[in-house]
């Protein structure tokens, strides 16, 4: 069964780091892209990352450059996302997804709350 | 790193048909055949229905299809049913030099 199961999140204060992991199953890992999409509570989806199947091309949204750094271990089938200097507005649900055109694959979630 | 706009609610009663817009710019909806489509049912992770403008995955009943003209993708649902009652996201991918995706604000979709 193909699946993806993210951990690592919590309640974190401003200005704290916290780093979350996704384990990947069921699937070849380093043929693929993998992702990292937010969803704060009530709200839409938004992109946060990207990193190719070698760690070659990254990508980050605008709201998490230079604070946020994704990461994969292929021989670990794991997929990570470093974040530093949080702020209230990144409390939100964290999904790996992975990709190939499109995000086919989710996980159910990891949440991370921030605040003081 | 605009949001695509998707408007905030749709409905339709059972076995009508309804489409939800997304749209974008040059940049991303026009520029790339990877548009997707997403249903999120409450508390649940999203669901790839469309990928590649038109593209079903495996699984997905062919009622849901889609499309695009320009800067703007459509999602079509036709013979409704209580159970597509959920939200509903495009979203424009590239891996072109870079990764870089966006999401619309998602589209609520009621079945009267």
């Known amino acids: 069964e193909v699946q993806l199961v993210e951990s690592g999140g919590g309640l974190v204060q401003p200005g704290r780091s916290l780093r979350l992991s996704c384990a990947a199953s069921?699937?070849?890992?380093?043929?693929?892209?993998m992702h990292w999409v937010r969803q704060a509570p009530g709200k839409g989806l938004e992109w946060v990352s990207g990193i190719s199947w070698n760690s070659g091309s990254i990508g980050y949204a605008d709201s998490v450059k230079g604070r946020f750094t994704i990461s994969r271990d292929n021989a670990k089938n794991s997929l990570y996302l470093q974040m530093n200097s949080l702020r209230a507005e990144d409390t939100a649900l964290y999904y790996c997804a992975k990709a190939h055109d499109a995000f086919d694959i989710w996980g159910q979630g990891t949440m991370v709350t921030v605040s003081s | 790193q605009s949001a695509l706009t998707q408007p905030a609610s749709v409905s339709g009663s059972p076995g009508q048909s309804i489409t939800i817009s997304c749209t974008g710019t040059?940049?991303?909806?026009?520029?790339?055949?990877?548009v997707s489509w997403y249903q999120q049912h409450p508390g649940k992770a999203p669901k790839l229905m469309i990928y590649d403008v038109s593209k079903r995955p495996s699984g997905v009943s062919n009622r849901f299809s889609g499309s695009k003209s320009g800067n703007t993708a459509s999602l079509t649902i036709s013979g409704l049913q209580a159970e597509d009652e959920a939200d509903y996201y495009c979203s424009s991918y590239t891996s072109s030099s870079t990764f870089r995706a966006v999401f619309g604000g998602g589209t609520k979709l009621t079945v009267l």
């Open positions: 040059s940049s991303d909806v026009g520029g790339y055949n990877y």
């Open positions: 069921g699937f070849t890992f380093d043929d693929y892209a």
